[in-house]
């Protein structure tokens, strides 16, 4: 007989740590794993790279020497904002900053400063440049959205690879999402909306009991209350990052799941009375655990020093024009030129769609029948369209004298601040999700079916193949900023006075701040801030007497008479500014006459390298 007694363990018989080499192997092994598990939508996230930076390959060719053609200017702001966002890797960090508009400074919470895109970046400014960072988010951000949207369609819906992937392609690369990469980072960085829409339909199931069964699988449980708090949790959270990246996209993307929600609420009975009560305590939860986050940086944004409350671009003149909706694109490969009257703008092509297009939408909507999903989306679509046509629809650029929805909401805190016309950036991901259910329901369906919708969708989406962005030069940054010489004359932190100042029309100075890592501050320059009639919101600042004299030489070259007057103001001016120098670079326009303008407003001048300066 014997008897198994357990023994200590021996050194011999005790667990050993993982060779360096085998825990390498394993790690490999799991990484290997992974992507055989998620090669296809590791492939799908590749194309999508790929398209975006055919897109964007003309500014990449050189970053910093080239500009976004059709809209410059918001890249002059958004590169600065970059530079300013990135400070906070220097341990400079706030709601606000001093080194724009001096001495006041401007609110970056009431500035599209896209502060969480600047944050994440920050590295890549740091080491390679602000240029560097936008030209990697105009990519980025096609990329992203696109990709997001594809994982949604793909896990949510669980329709065909092909489908999730022909709807990525169209909520990414929509002739609004295009035409909005002309500089606008804030409205092309919609990848976190699909993540917020995937939490929501989670909450959603959670809150379902019908949708959660007990072991057994034969009575339906309760809600899931530790799905309907994680989605809470993270709604919340997806929003707080959003307000940093966007508040339009999310005022957008909230307003239009509300549409939908009480579309479902209204068409699905059974589903509101059993998820309701819980759906909507989740969500009560989510908007509390948001505004603890976000209580602080709104009031700092509407209340808050430099804050603004109210909106500052006319709706009457920022709203789509009806035609718009059936034009293609001109940013598109078959697109025409003409069309382009029908917007304000080359980045404000958000409605056009074409006419096959929504053709096949109302046929896709019409086949897929009375299903809750396919019903929010068409009232979605109807919705957000109509509300961008503005205060009065107009057709072809002439009023009909017919009020269109928005004029019920004009006026309202909040939402005067977004324009009506980005209302239409809501409808392609809705028209992306009626085409790809009706897409999904052909793969599965008869052969015919199938030519059929495929056909039709190929007809609808191949005009609104975008071309890539274009691009054009733009100087260099004077040798004296970017070798830094500047510091001969304004310590970090100081006031330098470029000339010609900045203004929302010419932000071109503030390259030299951005090239410098925002190391010294500027009078005056592009931005949104209360300095107009009342504190009501401006752009910009009414320039100083000195800032129109210069500026009125750099544009004809005419030397002014000054005198004692005038260089009694100059002194002011700069005393008022906290300046310690004013710098001109020698490549300026009228740069002579400047010079000598300069010369006898503050005495001789030093010249390095490429400018003059003078200490003042």
Not at 218 to 245: C, E, K, Y
Not at 281 to 305: D, E, I, S
């Amino acid at each position: 007989m014997s008897s198994h007694v357990p023994m200590a363990p021996t050194d011999d018989m005790a667990p050993q740590p993982d060779h360096p080499v085998t825990g390498a192997r394993r790690q490999l092994t799991q990484v290997t794993r992974a992507v055989v598990r998620y090669q296809a939508d590791l492939l799908v996230g590749l194309f999508f790279a790929a398209f975006a930076a055919v897109l964007t390959h003309r500014l990449w060719a050189d970053p910093t020497g080239l500009v976004l053609a059709l809209n410059p200017e918001d890249q002059v702001l958004y590169e600065w904002f970059l530079a300013i966002d990135a400070r906070a890797l220097l341990g400079d960090f706030g709601l606000s900053t001093d080194r724009l508009n001096a001495p006041d400074g401007v609110n970056l919470m009431a500035n599209t400063s896209v502060i969480a895109l600047g944050l994440l970046f920050a590295p890549v400014t740091l080491l390679f440049g602000a240029p560097v960072t936008f030209a990697l988010l105009v990519t980025v951000n096609l990329a992203g959205t696109a990709t997001a949207w594809y994982l949604l369609f793909s896990r949510t819906t669980r329709v065909h690879r092909g489908a999730a992937m022909l709807g990525g392609a169209l909520c990414g690369f929509a002739p609004g999402m295009v035409s909005q990469s002309n500089s606008h980072l804030h409205m092309t960085a919609q990848w976190l909306p699909p993540v917020i829409v995937w939490l929501v339909v989670r909450l959603l199931r959670a809150a379902d009991p019908t949708a959660i069964r007990s072991r057994s699988g034969d009575t339906p449980a309760g809600p899931d209350r530790r799905r309907l708090t994680t989605s809470a949790m993270g709604i919340a959270a997806a929003v707080s990052v959003q307000v940093f990246i966007g508040e339009e996209v999310l005022f957008l993307t909230a307003l239009t799941l509300l549409v939908m929600s009480l579309t479902v609420i209204t068409v699905d009975r059974d589903l509101t009375r059993r998820a309701l009560p819980a759906f909507a305590g989740a969500m009560t939860l989510a908007t509390g655990t948001a505004l603890l986050v976000l209580a602080r940086p709104l009031w700092f944004q509407f209340a808050g020093p430099l804050g603004v409350a109210d909106g500052m671009f006319s709706p009457h003149y920022f709203s789509a024009d009806l035609s718009s909706w059936s034009a293609i694109s001109p940013l598109s490969l078959v697109g025409d030129e003409r069309s382009a009257q029908l917007s304000t703008g080359p980045a404000e092509y958000n409605t056009f769609l074409g006419w096959p297009l929504l053709v096949v939408t109302v046929g896709c909507a019409v086949w897929l029948g009375r299903r809750p999903l396919v019903l929010a989306c068409t009232a979605g679509i109807l919705v957000m369209g109509t509300l961008s046509l503005g205060p009065e629809v107009v057709l072809d650029r002439d009023g009909t004298g017919l009020p269109g929805p928005y004029a019920l909401l004009d006026g309202l805190p909040v939402v005067d601040g977004a324009l009506p016309t980005r209302f239409a950036l809501a409808v392609p991901p809705l028209i992306a999700t009626l085409l790809v259910l009706a897409v999904d329901r052909a793969l599965r369906g008869t052969v015919r079916a199938r030519r059929l919708t495929l056909t039709a969708v190929a007809v609808a989406m191949v005009p609104l193949i975008p071309a890539p962005l274009p691009t054009a030069h733009r100087p260099p940054v004077p040798e004296f900023i970017t070798a830094g010489h500047w510091q001969n004359c304004v310590k970090p932190g100081g006031v330098l006075v470029p000339v010609p100042l900045a203004t929302p029309k010419e932000p071109w100075p503030m390259r030299w701040a951005t090239a410098a890592n925002a190391e010294f501050s500027m009078p005056q320059g592009f931005f949104i801030g209360p300095h107009g009639r009342g504190g009501s919101a401006a752009m910009g600042v009414a320039p100083r007497p000195t800032a129109v004299l210069l500026a009125n030489v750099a544009r004809s070259g005419l030397r002014p008479v000054v005198g004692d007057e005038q260089r009694r103001g100059a002194t002011a001016d700069v005393e008022h500014w906290g300046a310690s120098c004013v710098v001109l670079a020698a490549d300026t326009p009228h740069a002579d006459s400047l010079r000598l303008t300069l010369e006898a407003l503050h005495g001789p001048s030093t010249r390095i390298a490429d400018a003059w300066f003078w200490r003042v």
